[in-house]
């Protein structure tokens, strides 16, 4: 009897942990694309045309800042975009 009442509690943690790990998981793959996306253009900077080296900034500064989103645990926060604060201008 005592391992039912116990059964969704134990069920919603391991829930929680995958989740977390899923989010972590995410949140790693996330950094190495901008890392890879950051050393691939730093060559290029110098013969791209006006407005491309702040396209590049903006998109690897949404990567990080939805990836720092994945883990903090706020509402709104993380993949879908929303919560991020950020704009390309």
Avoid: F
């Avoid at 998981?25 to 253009?41: E, S, T, Y």
């Avoid at 900034?57 to 883990?71: M, Q």
Wanted: glycine share 18%; net charge positive.
């Amino acid at each position: 009897m005592g391992r039912a009442a116990c059964g969704p509690v134990q069920g919603e943690r391991r829930q929680g942990v995958r989740g977390r790990a899923k989010r972590q998981g995410l949140q790693k793959d996330l950094r190495a694309l901008a890392a890879n996306i950051r050393a691939d253009a730093e060559g290029r900077y110098d013969s791209a045309e006006p407005g491309w080296r702040s396209g590049v900034e903006w998109a690897l500064l949404w990567i990080e800042n939805t990836a720092s989103h994945l883990t903090e645990g706020r509402p709104g926060a993380g993949a879908g975009g929303r919560g991020q604060g950020v704009s390309p201008e």
